[in-house]
T-cell receptor
Framework: QKEVEQNSGPLSVPEGAIASLNCTYS??????FFWYRQYSGKSPELIMS??SNGDKEDGRFTAQLNKASQYVSLLIRDSQPSDSATYLC?????????????WGAGTKLIIKP | DTEVTQTPKHLVMGMTNKKSLKCEQH?????MYWYKQKAKKPPELMFV???????INESVPSRFSPECPNSSLLNLHLHALQPEDSALYLC????????????FGDGTRLSIL
C-alpha cells in the first residue's frame, strides 16, 4: 500500500529559528510533491510544489526533494507565530492510480514567541 | 481569498433533508475534486471530475451524488446523510488531472443532526 509518513508532532520551534518538517513516501515512482499549510478549521493552502531532486526556495520556505532516499522536507526560515499550523505533505501517485494525491497525516507546528 | 469558491460555508441538516454543496472556479482548470476531511485527519478523496466527466469515485455511499454542470461548477448533492458524515467538505481544482497542484476552496462545514 502506498504511504506517506510524517511525524504528527507537535513540533515546537522558537520564533526566528528554522523549522524543519520531514516526509517520507513509499512509492518509488512518485513524481510530484506538495506541501500544504492548514490552519485549524480552515482549508489546506498550497505553499510549495517540487518535482525534481534538489532544493526549491520561495521566500522563507525551502522544499528539498531526495528521490533516492524517498523523502521530501520543508524548511521555514525566520519562523513566525503565524506559521503555527498543521503542514500536510502530499505525493502524487503513479499513472496506475491516475496520479491521485496520497496524503500524510500532517505535522502540527507551534512557533513559540 | 481563494480562487475556488464554495457555498455554503456552514450547513446544518437533519438526516431526512436534501441539500447541495456548490463549488465554482474561474481559473480555467479542467479537473475538480471533492474531499471529505474529519478533524485531525488529512483530506479523503471522494470524487474526481476531469473535463466534466466523472473519472474517480472512491467507493462513496450513494447518499452523496456529484454533478458537474460545466467546467467551472461542481455540486455535491446530499440525501439521507448519517451523523458520521459530519465533516469539512472541500472542493479543489487543478489544471488537469495528474501531477499538477490542487487548489482548495474554503470548504463547507457540514453538521448532521
Amino acid at each position: 500500500q502506498k504511504e506517506v509518513e510524517q511525524n504528527s508532532g507537535p513540533l515546537s520551534v522558537p520564533e526566528g529559528a528554522i523549522a524543519s518538517l520531514n516526509c517520507t513516501y513509499s512509492d518509488r515512482v512518485s513524481q510530484s510533491f506538495f506541501w500544504y499549510r492548514q490552519y485549524s478549521g480552515k482549508s489546506p493552502e498550497l505553499i510549495m510544489s517540487i518535482y525534481s531532486n534538489g532544493d526549491k526556495e520561495d521566500g522563507r520556505f525551502t522544499a528539498q526533494l531526495n528521490k533516492a532516499s524517498q523523502y521530501v522536507s520543508l524548511l521555514i526560515r525566520d519562523s513566525q507565530p503565524s506559521d503555527s499550523a498543521t503542514y500536510l505533505c502530499a505525493v502524487s501517485g503513479a499513472m496506475d492510480s491516475n496520479y491521485q494525491l496520497i496524503w500524510g497525516a500532517g505535522t502540527k507546528l507551534i512557533i513559540k514567541p | 481569498d481563494t480562487e475556488v469558491t464554495q457555498t455554503p460555508k456552514h450547513l446544518v441538516m437533519g438526516m431526512t433533508n436534501k441539500k447541495s454543496l456548490k463549488c465554482e472556479q474561474h481559473m480555467g482548470h479542467r479537473a475538480m475534486y471533492w474531499y471529505k476531511q474529519k478533524a485531525k485527519k488529512p483530506p479523503e478523496l471522494m470524487f474526481v471530475y476531469s473535463y466534466e466527466k466523472l473519472s474517480i469515485n472512491e467507493s462513496v455511499p450513494s447518499r452523496f451524488s456529484p454533478e458537474c454542470p460545466n467546467s467551472s461548477l461542481l455540486n455535491l448533492h446530499l440525501h439521507a446523510l448519517q451523523p458520521e458524515d459530519s465533516a469539512l467538505y472541500l472542493c479543489a481544482s487543478s489544471q488537469g488531472e495528474g501531477r499538477l497542484p490542487q487548489h482548495f476552496g474554503d470548504g463547507t462545514r457540514l453538521s448532521i443532526l
